[in-house]
């Protein structure tokens, strides 16, 4: 993009010279989040022509605004009303109402809180089950990565086959995962490489949105029986399925890795949690809002807006860092402390408004029982090495996390 192209910058609004899809600032963005909010309420950013907003009354602010900041010109830094959308549009994330509304209708009733009392006891067995495994291999001595062994395993159990999918090939949910938090921000080396992979994992994920694919009954069956019902068309169903796979996974998968790198390391916190596991719902949510998995989301305004009281031209491009906002001391005392004794309400690690997480109980679920299950069983967790990173343009993720579970 050369400077002639770049939309106006209103005056007054603070610049920011800064690449926030740098891997140094991926690898640790909280110096920059610092740096965003006290820049002021927003800035621009001329690396990529877009405003962003670190403070939380101003991301709030922008995510419970869907009729100034819009979400079906895409929610990454891409322009759908000036680029095609490198894949079809998500009938949910990617859309306004009215569209919205029919599609976010169908999903919220499946991901209702009665489902998840439904789903709640085969889940609980299902943490039990790995925590009864891990502790076997514990009290053999060995170490374990966190990532691999406990927050990718879990998530690709009980969420795909609560959706109704085959055993078979999960591991191309978090390839898809990887590509497309990647695919929301810019066309660098980390989509490139999360790209290389694209054909195969996308021929494979639209293949298991089809019904016959899918368990009668479960999550992605009932999708197709709304479409039955006339609430949704028949082709609107395997999107919306396809919204379970590209949501459902990757962000559980690092909400509870990035949950029990909080806990490794900070031992006082885990005592607590073991001396009462009825804590990990609490201990989950304050690490959704420390290390949010989801970094950020970008809206685009529909008309000139006053956001903190600079007017941000029509069609502009405005990054909402959710995960600053959720440090804002302007917003929580002691911001940068694990402290699972906080109540964090009003985070915006899952999103506010009408686009706020659809999933979110099935996903505080999988953490709470993750929490549970692993507090039940081990005195205390220690970190036996350096845990390494998964960059990725949007999400906050570990690679590895090698740990010491010790019995209790
Ligand atoms: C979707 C979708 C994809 C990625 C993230 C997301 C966090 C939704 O396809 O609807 O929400």
């Given at each position: 993009m050369t400077t002639d192209t770049l939309p106006t910058l209103p005056a007054?609004?603070?610049?920011?010279?800064i690449d926030p899809f740098a891997d140094e600032v991926l690898r640790d963005p909280y110096a920059y989040h610092a740096r965003l909010r006290e820049a002021g309420p927003v800035a621009w950013i001329p690396k990529y022509g877009i405003y962003a907003t670190g403070r939380h009354e101003q991301v709030r602010q922008v995510l419970n605004d869907h009729e100034n900041y819009i979400s079906s010109a895409g929610v990454g830094l891409a322009n759908f009303n000036k680029e095609p959308p490198f894949r079809p549009k998500s009938l949910i994330l990617e859309a306004d109402p009215p569209?919205?509304?029919r599609a976010r209708t169908v999903l919220s009733r499946i991901l209702s809180p009665r489902t998840v009392n439904q789903i709640r006891e085969t889940f609980t067995q299902e943490a039990d089950a790995l925590f009864d495994q891990l502790l076997a291999a514990s009290e053999r001595g060995e170490a374990i990565d966190g990532i691999k062994q406990i927050a990718e395993v879990y998530p690709l159990k009980v969420f795909p086959d609560a959706v109704g999918l085959e055993p078979q090939g999960r591991e191309n949910l978090l390839v898809y995962g990887d590509m497309i938090f990647n695919a929301f921000g810019p066309r660098n080396e980390l989509l490139a490489r999360a790209a290389e992979k694209v054909q195969p994992v996308t021929a494979w994920i639209m293949a298991h949105c089809q019904r016959a694919m899918l368990r009668p009954g479960g999550f992605g069956d009932q999708i197709y029986q709304a479409a039955d019902a006339g609430e949704i068309s028949q082709e609107e169903a395997p999107m919306l399925v396809r919204s379970?796979?590209?949501a459902g996974v990757d962000t559980t998968v690092n909400g509870i890795g990035n949950a029990l790198w909080c806990l490794a390391q900070?031992?006082?916190?885990?005592a607590r949690l073991h001396a009462d596991p009825s804590l990990a719902r609490q201990a989950f949510e304050e690490s959704l809002r420390l290390e949010s998995a989801v970094q950020t989301f970008f809206r685009t305004t529909a008309r000139t807006v006053a956001l903190a009281g600079f007017d941000i031209p029509a069609d502009a491009k405005v990054l909402a860092v959710l995960a600053a906002a959720n440090r804002d001391?302007?917003?929580?005392s002691r911001p940068d402390r694990y402290d699972?004794?906080?109540r964090p309400t009003g985070h915006m690690a899952l999103g506010s408004g009408i686009h706020g997480c659809v999933g979110q109980v099935v996903a505080r679920l999988e953490g709470e029982l993750v929490l549970?299950?692993?507090a039940k069983r081990f005195a205390r967790i220690e970190l036996v090495g350096e845990p390494t990173r998964r960059l990725n343009n949007t999400l906050r993720a570990l690679g590895t996390l090698p740990l010491r579970l010790i019995p209790a």
């Open positions: 007054g609004v603070p610049v920011l010279d569209n919205h509304t379970f796979l590209s900070n031992p006082e916190a885990y001391e302007r917003q929580w699972i004794d906080r549970a299950a692993l």
